[in-house]
Every structure is written in structure tokens, then in C-alpha cells.
């Protein structure tokens, strides 16, 4: 075993340990960074956010021109070549990639590949391909990510169970795909599978699918789907999954749910762990939690010299928030007053319609006895989505009753993700509906439904009556 000393270590190359390591060589610190994969970018740019986005993208154009059918653009039915789209993903996941080895390279960033655990607060074992390392350290920022849980006593080596992972592979299509978990993860491959040619059922154990959202939200969503799935069975819960010849058989209990499901193949998609448990942590005088994060303070710090950030700290596990706790961690380890004080953190779905929202939900809002008021704009009513067919889109905004401030918003329809920003902006500054309603939104856009949705609150709508 070959021992040597750092300076700062990053433990994990996703979004925040890039991000990270790249902050602090810009501060002038030493970087060695850790990744367990030849490749930078973790679960998101390699198997996740970007492969999954890339692939929506020819889902949300398919759904196009057939809403184009109906007022009078017809094309002749597509051509599906799996090896073609295949390489697409691939091209700009490598795009993507390999601009991080140049940023790697050109700030002087080390780059170690091999897994690595803790030995001792201030080292590491690291095996690679070529040797065992073992790497004593000045600081060390742990960015280790999260996998997908798995269900008990399923075969998961089975090819035809899936994780999030096996789906955007997109090895084939399968003309029955069941996905458990009506969450984000599950929706989205859902979109991405029945716009390919599959069959999808949904079973989600909770009442409601994405069951973070408001109802009113996501009710566009959930009627798309009920007319396009195969089935969708919320309250249901899978208590069996065996394979049988070329089928997968499932055994359900739920209410409306039939009490056996054939799928040719099943998505498991019921959220993910921190891999906390991977990295030796029991080494070190880092503290977990109960579900196994690792506890921080606002600066990132799990004990001196040990940072933490993404998904491995807590809910919610998304890349833009591992990234500005990756910044956050790299400054205050270079001696930088800094320290991760979101007031919120955006959540999107990139479902059709997209669904996003940010701050209090209206259930959050009831359950802890804040009094709000609420602008609530139908799309129905906005000239840009009826252009775009996008009419079952909203924007609504919750202000406070008492210092009417901005509590939190939520738009679903088209671009939902890239509109919200402004609501975020909104949130951080503390502006009130008079604010972002004298803000002149230009005409005709989608992002002005969140203006005229704060014009509600304001009291000056004229684009609908105004409420009594």
C-alpha cells in the first residue's frame, strides 16, 4: 500500500464534489478529487438528470405532433431506433463529461478513481484499479451521493427488475412496464416508456402520487395519466413480485388494485439511500441520523476538517442543492465566512405537464396554522398557452396574511421548471404581491401567469374578475 499526504480531498465527483473541488482550487487550496467512476458527475450527468432530460425531450416532442393532429398538422408514424437514441444520450452525457475533465485539468484539480472509506478522521483507504492508496488528508468534503433502495426478498439481478438506472439504459422497450413508486423518478421514466410504445401501470403505496405537491398542481398530471396509463393504483401495496417464463408476475392489496399484475418488465422506483454505509463512517467522529445522514451545520461541517453535502445530509436529495452546499463547504474550508441559509429549495417533476413549486405548499401552510392568501392564474386564460395547446397549465403564489410576504408558489404546464426561478428569486427577497406584480412581465409569455397570479393577490387583476 502506497501512502501519501493532501491537501483538501473531495470524496465523490457528482455535482457538489465537482463543484467543490473546482470552488476550492479557485480559492488556491490543493485538490484531490475521489470519484469511484473514470467519468465526473455522479448519478445526475452519467445515469440520472441529464440522460433522463435528454430522452423526455424526445417523449415531450412525440406528445407534440400529436396535439398538432388536432388542429390540423398531421406526420406519418415515427420511426423508433433505439441504437440511434441511445447514442444520442450517450453523446451528451460525454459532452458534458469530458468539459469536466478540462475543468479539472485547467484548475490543477488531481483526479484519483478508485472507491474510497475512511481509516480515521483525517484518512482514507482508496483502491483503484492499479494500487491501494492510503491517503492522509488536511480536510476532506464528502459528496459520496445516494443509491436507489431496493425491495426485499425481489431478485433485483433479474433483467427484467429494474432501478432508475437499468430503465435509462433503454436496452429495450418492453410492451408491459409496471413501475412502483408514483414519485418523480417513477413518473418521469413512465413519460419516457409509454411515449416509446410501452403499456404502463403505476402502483404507488400512498394516497396520492407525487404526494409532496398540491393537489391542485399535479390534478392535471393525474388525469393525463389515468387517460393514458394502463392503470394507475395509489393505496397499493406490492406484496409479492416473482418472474414466471418471459413474465413477471406482482401480487397486490389495494382497493381498486387487481390482485395479480403481469408486467414483461418492473421499475423500482420507491426513492433512495444515502451510501453513508460505504464509506467506513464508523472510522470516524462523524454523527448520523436516524435514516443514516450525515448531521452538518449550516457551514457543511460534520466534525473539524469533515464536510458533508448532497444527498448524503438529508431530503431533498437534488443535484442544485448539492452544488451551492459543494460551494458553500469548499469556502468555509478556506477560511471564508459562508454558510448554506436557502429559504428554499425548488422541487420540478419534468412530467407532461411539468409540475414545479417552491417554499410552503398550501397542505404546509394548513398544517402549521399560517394564514395566507392566495393567486391562483388558469393558463385558460393566458394568450401564450392557448398558442402552445398548454392550456391545462396554472400559476398560483401564497402570501402571507399578516406581513404578506411570499410564502411559496407552484406552476404546472409547459416550461413549469425554467418559470419557477422567478418565484425562487421571489422567495429569497422577500418581495410582496405588489412587488412581482408591478414587475412588467413581457407579452405574450407563460411567465407572466405568475404575475398576474400576484396581480389576484394584489387586488389590480383586469386579465380575469377579480376575486370578492
Not at 134 to 157: M, Q, Y
Not at 180 to 209: F, N, V
Amino acid at each position: 500500500m502506497r501512502k501519501i499526504t493532501r491537501d483538501l480531498v473531495v470524496l465523490g465527483g457528482g455535482p457538489g464534489g465537482y463543484t467543490a473541488a473546482f470552488r476550492a482550487a479557485d480559492l488556491g487550496r490543493s485538490v484531490t478529487l475521489i470519484d469511484k467512476n473514470p467519468t465526473l458527475g455522479g448519478v445526475c450527468l452519467n445515469v440520472g438528470c441529464i440522460p433522463s432530460k435528454t430522452l423526455l425531450h424526445i417523449s415531450g416532442v412525440l406528445k407534440q405532433t400529436e396535439l398538432l393532429k388536432s388542429i390540423g398538422v398531421e406526420f406519418s408514424a415515427p420511426t423508433i431506433d433505439l441504437a440511434r437514441i441511445r447514442s444520442h444520450k450517450e453523446q451528451v452525457v460525454t459532452s458534458l463529461t469530458s468539459g469536466l475533465d478540462k475543468l479539472c485539468e485547467a484548475r490543477s484539480v488531481e483526479r484519483v478513481t478508485g472507491s474510497g472509506t475512511f481509516t480515521s478522521d483525517n484518512s482514507l483507504l482508496v483502491t483503484t484499479p492499479e494500487e491501494d492508496l492510503e491517503i492522509s488528508f488536511t480536510d476532506c468534503i464528502i459528496a459520496v451521493g445516494s443509491r436507489p433502495n431496493k425491495i426485499p426478498e425481489v431478485d433485483h439481478t433479474d433483467p427484467r427488475i429494474w432501478d432508475s438506472t437499468d430503465a435509462l439504459a433503454l436496452k429495450s422497450i418492453p410492451n408491459r412496464l409496471t413501475i412502483i413508486g408514483g414519485g418523480i423518478i417513477g413518473l418521469e421514466i413512465a413519460e419516457i416508456y409509454h411515449s416509446l410504445g410501452s403499456e404502463i401501470t403505476m402502483i404507488e403505496m400512498m394516497k396520492e402520487l407525487i404526494p409532496a405537491a398540491d393537489k391542485d398542481l399535479k390534478r392535471p398530471l393525474v388525469i393525463a395519466t389515468k387517460k393514458t396509463f394502463s392503470g394507475v393504483y395509489t393505496s397499493t401495496k406490492v406484496t409479492k413480485i416473482v418472474t414466471s417464463g418471459n413474465e413477471v408476475i406482482l401480487s397486490l392489496e389495494g382497493k381498486k388494485a387487481p390482485e395479480t399484475l403481469l408486467a414483461d418488465a418492473v421499475l423500482i422506483a420507491v426513492g433512495r439511500r444515502p451510501n453513508t454505509d460505504l464509506i467506513g463512517i464508523e472510522h470516524t467522529s462523524i454523527k448520523l441520523d436516524q435514516r443514516s445522514f450525515i448531521t452538518t451545520d449550516t457551514r457543511q461541517v460534520a466534525y473539524p476538517h469533515l464536510f458533508a453535502i448532497g444527498d448524503i445530509v438529508g431530503n431533498p436529495m437534488l443535484a442544485h442543492k448539492a452544488t451551492h452546499q459543494g460551494k458553500v463547504a469548499a469556502e468555509v474550508a478556506c477560511e471564508q465566512a459562508s454558510a448554506f441559509t436557502p429559504t428554499a429549495i425548488p422541487s420540478v417533476a419534468y412530467t407532461s405537464p411539468e409540475i414545479a413549486w417552491v417554499g410552503l405548499t398550501e397542505k404546509e401552510a394548513k398544517e402549521q396554522g399560517i394564514e395566507y392568501e392566495k393567486g391562483s392564474f388558469p393558463w385558460r386564460a393566458s394568450g401564450r398557452a392557448l398558442s402552445e395547446q398548454a392550456i391545462e397549465g396554472m400559476s398560483k403564489v401564497l402570501f402571507d396574511k399578516n406581513h404578506g410576504r411570499i410564502l411559496g408558489a407552484g406552476i404546472t404546464g409547459a416550461h413549469a421548471g425554467e418559470l419557477i426561478s422567478e418565484a425562487v428569486l421571489a422567495i429569497e427577497m422577500g418581495a410582496v404581491a405588489e412587488d412581482i406584480a408591478k414587475t412588467i412581465h413581457p407579452h405574450p409569455t407563460l411567465s407572466e401567469t405568475f404575475g398576474l397570479s400576484s396581480e389576484i393577490v394584489d387586488g389590480s387583476i383586469t386579465d380575469i374578475l377579480p376575486k370578492k
